[in-house]
């Protein structure tokens, strides 16, 4: 079975910055970054496709969040700059055999996500 797993999470203050790496067990057409934060509902942060051509981004993570890859080590990553409080969430890692998506439905293989604490 595949598997993704998610490090790089920890607790900063607002203002600092993490980046996140997902290592996947296999290749995936397109890998994507999730948040949950505490009694809310999973959402969209971001996701690439194979050749980073098409990427996509939450509007509440735009210009602050990169994400990239590196096929050849089935990795994704998250540099997450300029964190605020509203960042705070379990971050996941997704992927799928398609395109990019910003559906949380449309992604069949998920890591266990890391925990990101934004201080301020």
């Known amino acids: 079975q595949v598997h993704l797993v998610e490090t790089g999470g920890g607790s900063v203050q607002a203002g600092a910055s993490l980046r996140l790496s997902c290592v996947a067990s296999?290749?995936?057409?397109?890998m994507a970054w999730f948040r949950q934060a505490s009694g809310k509902e999973r959402e969209f942060v971001a996701a690439?496709?194979?050749?980073?051509?098409?990427?996509y981004y939450a509007d509440s993570v735009k210009e602050r969040f990169t994400i990239s890859r590196d096929n050849a080590k089935n990795t994704a990553y998250l540099q997450m700059n300029n964190l605020k409080s509203e960042d705070t969430a379990v971050y996941y890692c997704?992927?799928?055999?398609?395109?990019?998506?910003?559906?949380?439905?449309?992604?069949?293989?998920w890591g266990q996500g890391t925990q990101v604490t934004v201080s301020s």
């Open positions: 296999g290749r995936f057409v397109s």
């Open positions: 997704a992927a799928r055999r398609w395109g990019p998506s910003r559906s949380i439905n449309e992604y069949d293989s």
């Open positions: 690439i496709g194979w050749n980073a051509i098409l990427i």
